[in-house]
């Protein structure tokens, strides 16, 4: 089965920089979603990209989407300590006739420092 | 903006008890879905369910585990017989997905539960 996943698997960064995350994945998708996750609580969706698109922004975050590598990135420019989460890649096959159950990446564990 | 509710935030149990985890989905979504996270471990794919009955499950979900929209609101994953390896976050999320047009899925905010 497919399976996303991240890295680095943590990442310690001063506050005001930029945060890269890389997902890879091993089968074709329908779309790739991006997910936040604080210390023990919910998933908050950040992103969707579909496999026709390149890239996308959301705010101070960027996503790219390379399908020939089966890889995408999260870019989060000028992070904040409020930035400090897991993030989490969710692919979906969404074959025809379904949604597309997501597969999750184990995370990268974002820590911002003030 | 509407969002995924959950009930209870936090659940303890005997082993051997059943379960029945409450959710109550974003009111026009047509697709939902129960994840599940050991601590330390990756979400999990559980169930999905459309029009009233399952889409898909995965191998996790066996006979032990059910689910239900027992009114035009809730949505219920319930655990027959609880096991200690059921300890985990379970998330209910539900989608707006049509055909073609791939949709988030919003997540609610988890059921921590704790099986003794």
């Known amino acids: 089965s497919q399976q996303g996943e991240e890295d680095p698997q943590a990442l310690s960064i001063q506050e005001g920089e930029n945060a890269t995350m890389n997902c890879s994945y091993k089968?074709?998708?329908?779309?790739l979603q991006w997910y936040r996750q604080n210390s023990g609580r919910g998933l908050v969706h950040l992103i969707l990209i579909r496999s026709n698109e390149r890239e996308k922004h959301s705010g101070r975050l960027r996503v790219t989407l390379d399908t020939s590598k089966k890889s995408s990135s999260l870019l989060i420019t000028a992070s904040r300590a409020a930035d400090t989460a897991s993030y989490f890649c969710a692919t979906a096959e969404g074959y025809r006739g379904s949604q597309g159950n997501l597969i999750f990446g184990k995370g990268t564990k974002l820590s911002v420092k003030p | 903006e509407p969002e995924v509710t959950q009930t209870p935030s936090h659940q303890v149990t005997q082993m051997g008890q059943e379960v029945i985890l409450r959710c109550v989905p974003i009111?026009?979504?047509?697709?939902f879905y129960w994840y599940r996270q050991i601590l330390g471990q990756k979400v999990e794919f559980l169930v999905s369910f459309y029009n009233n009955e399952i889409s898909e499950k995965s191998e996790i979900f066996d006979d032990q585990f059910s689910v239900e929209r027992p009114d035009g609101s809730n949505f219920t994953l319930k655990i027959r017989s609880t096991k200690l390896e059921d300890s985990a976050m379970y998330f209910c999320?539900?989608?707006?997905?049509?055909?073609?047009?791939?949709?988030?899925?919003?997540f609610g905010p988890g059921t921590r539960l704790t099986v003794l």
């Open positions: 999320a539900s989608s707006d997905w049509r055909e073609g047009n791939p949709d988030t899925q919003y």
């Open positions: 089968t074709s998708i329908n779309n």
């Open positions: 009111s026009n979504h047509l697709y």
